[in-house]
């Protein structure tokens, strides 16, 4: 586009009913207050800088963004994105915004919509509520359900997914509309987040990535997941993101942008360009290219980096100086597309990539490979991993210098330290080295396991080893038994050591057996290494993903008070129920009563599920409407598309069932 150019504006889009910050009031819960927090954080990102940011900085919200993220901060966020989508929704069917009365408004609204997209992942969505966003169909604004899928892009197998930890897992995020196969699919991938954010150092690492695009190391592991969500939707894919989230928006945009309908990424750095072209550019070859909008906030630090590609819109984007953000931060964080007098003029691209050829080549390029092979590979693989084991480690750390201060006080000690043989006074200190790390180490794994035994949990380490010991031999079983009963005797013998001097080959036995549970464990540890390596293990989900955190009503997949009808031909409910109750259950295709859970209805008539499958038989291709929880019309989607791909190939019996498992599986662990 031409320079100058204006690309969207003129509408005021606000994300509340009112842009002043509420006040928390004594008597409100913890939740409430929150809600309030969250709501008045979004106010500052969507609708403007204003004073008063300084009470957002309270000793929770600093906790939350550097120490720990805070579920109840998380729960309020998502809460106040989906009510700031129903105000925005509303507003733009009142405004009858559309392309043909406003094609400018329109734009800017589009835009508005993708920045606030890009910034949903911050409230950490998960598949257990769903989210309602406007959207544009059939000529009217609408408020479309959508489901959460996290697609994950750090690698999950091999040598590096060793070094990868809960909190260092980064996704993209899906959104499947639940019930509307007119409605666009939505693909978000996440920002570089805050500290105690989900992915943080994965994510500051691949932003530093040397002679690459940011992110490509994200994008190289995880793009085959997300070709995989890609050619499920029925519909090409809307993508956005902000920052390191519009980078890969822009890979994914040059590898596969035949898939998509658009992208609009906000604030990215650009392409790196390289002196051999990337195999994942196929910019060139692509013969139905998406449209690709990227903005760039004034202000902004990061977007001024790379390049673009010449047939992009580049949109500078000016917000009114009342609103604007006060630092370099604010700019590169803020949405100011919903501000009426915000100015969103065009980029000449090919004139703006020259520009930037130099700062390219010596901050993009040179510095930032040096900062990247300097600091963040030996930080990342080195650094982290000890102050990590340290920090998880601090009660058996603490524990073994209490043991050895406890052991070597015993008069026995002193009493060996006076003996000339330097051969007693080594076995001892031996002894009380060996007896301490051992002593602690089981100390500390057996109170965790204790703990487990209480909370019902299976977290710890001893309780996944005795789940695995439970399946070895017998004489596995045996000889660790033998050897943990060696293990408590070394960790009483410094008091008695020095009158088992003499008796050294029966001590160095006593050694030898003690060592045998801890061989086991590594072991087991070494085994459970070795699936993560080739991809044996089974990936579990993060606990940002956790289905026993709080959800929040409105936006529970499961709750009984938000049902939803979508509509299924008869031939796909047998599908579906043949696939549950035969093959997943093995019951009878026709059940004996109906619990009612799942209400169907044709021509104002009420069916029970008896009847349906009955009719089903014999009118196969007449509609039925269902009305059921969110999650459980979105697993009929699911199944009978499972289904029809399964008949498509005919596969074995027991390859059907292994099909239809991981859905199943799904849908049954939100039912908590």
Known sequence: MGKGEVYAGGLDIPFFASANFEKSADGRTSQEQANIIARNALRLLMMGWQNGWEDLLSLQVIKAVFLRRDPELMRGMRLAFQEGFQHVCTQLQVANVSPERNPLQFKQA????????????????????????????????????????????????????????????????????????????????????????????????????????????????????????????????????????????????????????????????????????SRFDRWDQITDKPSVCVQKNKGDPVSPFGVWKEDWDIVEVTPPEDREGPNALAAHAMNYAGLAKTEFLGVDTKADNAARSKRNFILYTMLRSLFYYTVAVPFYYLALPILRYILSHKMQITLTVAFALLFSSQPAFALALIIPALTAQTLLMLNIVVSSVMTAFLVDKSLAFLLDKVSGKKDSDFSQFFSWLNHQSLVTKLFFTLGLAATVWEAASPIIMPTLIPLIAASTALYILAAVPLAIYLVHRLGSAIQIIFGWNEVQAPLCHDPKLPRNDLMNMYSETQKIEAEFTYEQLNSYYHAKRCILKNKPFLPEMDKGRVEFREDDSSLSKREVLERGLSHPQAVITVKATKAKIYDIKETVAIMGKIGLHSLEEGRVKESLEPQHQAYQRGKV
């Open 110 to 277: 589009q835009l508005f919509l993708s920045n606030c997209l890009s910034l949903l992942p911050y409230g950490d969505i998960n598949p257990y509520e769903s989210i309602s966003i406007p959207q544009w169909i059939n000529n009217s604004w609408q408020l479309v359900d959508y489901k959460v899928v996290p697609i994950e892009l750090t690698p999950t197998k091999g040598f590096k997914a060793l070094f990868i930890r809960d909190e260092d897992r980064v996704f993209a995020y899906g959104l499947e509309p639940i019930n509307r196969s007119d409605a666009e699919p939505h693909l978000i991938f996440m920002g570089t987040t805050y500290p105690a954010g989900q992915g943080f150092f994965s994510q500051i690492k691949t932003d530093m990535e040397a002679f690459e695009t940011a992110g490509k190391k994200l994008y190289r592991s995880g793009y085959k997941k997300i070709t995989e969500w890609l050619d499920k939707q029925q519909q090409k894919a809307h993508v956005c993101g902000i920052s390191l989230g519009g980078a890969l928006a822009g890979l994914l945009a040059i590898h596969l942008g035949d898939k998509l309908s658009r992208v609009v990424v906000l604030n990215p750095a650009g392409l790196y360009l390289p002196w051999r072209k």
